[in-house]
């Protein structure tokens, strides 16, 4: 007889469920037997857990998961679904009958950058800060290191930073799990401009409009297989004393383009640049 992909995710939980030693153990069946394969494509969905897992292990969704996986998604008993653990291991995991995942097998996997960036942004409103989160993490941003400046128009109060970064990493874990990365970008607490002298790499930029200044486009300045930190200024942009300030500090000024482009705009573009060049 042959059977479909969601059959066969249903026949995987039942055994695992039921103590098989060889689902346990991992197993595979004959050739031909079977018309498909547990699909392990793009359009799976993915879920982060915090604990290191291997192939045979059974893992408990924790309620928001569980409440997405089977309320929102509607995902039933033997339909298949990518799984992160801990140390960023990616592997294939088929939901049973009681909302449990049976991990069944470990995939080869990396879509990560090859070297690590750092934006260092400043702070700015809203939805355009929350857009800024996700579209820098969907291109493959490591952390994010908010700040606060001379003009930034955001002021953030001391008792309010603990609620902010929650739902901030919360936006970065969504995106990561839409776009299929396997690691989650770290958002990190507001820091000060002077401060940003301890999140420099390898490569250090600030984008800033002045000719003058700059050495020109930041694609033509960055260097394959070194980590770089970006800093990108907020709607006021930056005085001259804290651009003074950060070269001090070892950032050179690099050019985006002719146009003068958003805040949010620029972290966008600066990211994707450097992505371009260290994937390239």
């Known amino acids: 007889f042959r059977i479909g992909s969601q059959e066969l995710g249903r026949f995987v939980a039942f055994l695992a469920r039921n103590g098989f030693p060889d689902c346990q153990a991992g197993f595979s069946f004959p050739s031909g037997l079977f ?4 699909k392990h494509g793009d359009n799976m969905q993915q879920i982060f ?29 033997g339909e298949t679904l990518r799984v992160i653990d801990a140390e960023g291991a990616v592997f294939c995991g088929v939901l049973d009958g009681a909302g449990q995942i049976q991990i069944t097998e470990l995939l080869d996997e990396d879509r990560e950058l090859p070297v690590t960036l750092t ?9 355009r800060w929350d857009w800024l989160l ?6 493959g941003v490591s952390r994010i290191v908010p700040f606060q ?22 936006i970065v874990q969504e995106a990561s799990q839409q776009c299929k990365r396997t690691q989650r ?10 401060d940003a002298g301890a999140w420099r790499s390898e490569q250090n930029f600030v984008a800033y409009e002045d ?10 300045q960055l260097e394959k297989g070194r980590s770089v930190t970006l ?30 482009l958003r805040a949010e705009t620029a972290a966008v573009a600066a990211v994707c640049l450097a992505g371009a060049v260290l994937e390239g």
């Open 231 to 260: 800093v990108i200024g907020p709607e006021g942009g930056f005085s001259p004393a804290e651009i003074e300030r950060l070269q001090a500090q070892g950032y050179r000024c690099c050019s985006l383009g002719k146009r003068i």
């Open 35 to 38: 018309s498909g394969k547990i």
């Open 119 to 127: 934006l260092v942004a400043g702070l700015i409103k809203g939805e």
């Open 149 to 170: 400046s001379s003009r930034t128009v955001v002021k953030l109060e001391q008792d309010k930073i603990d609620k902010k970064l929650e739902r901030w990493q919360k």
């Open 49 to 77: 857990i915090q604990q290191k897992t291997h192939v045979g292990s059974v893992i408990e969704p924790d309620p928001q998961q569980r409440h997405h996986l089977q309320r929102v998604l509607r995902m039933k008993e």
């Open 211 to 220: 000719e003058a200044l700059h050495g020109g486009l930041l694609s033509a």
């Open 185 to 194: 970008p770290q958002v990190c607490a507001p820091i000060e401009l002077a």
């Open 134 to 139: 996700q579209k820098c993490t969907e291109l």
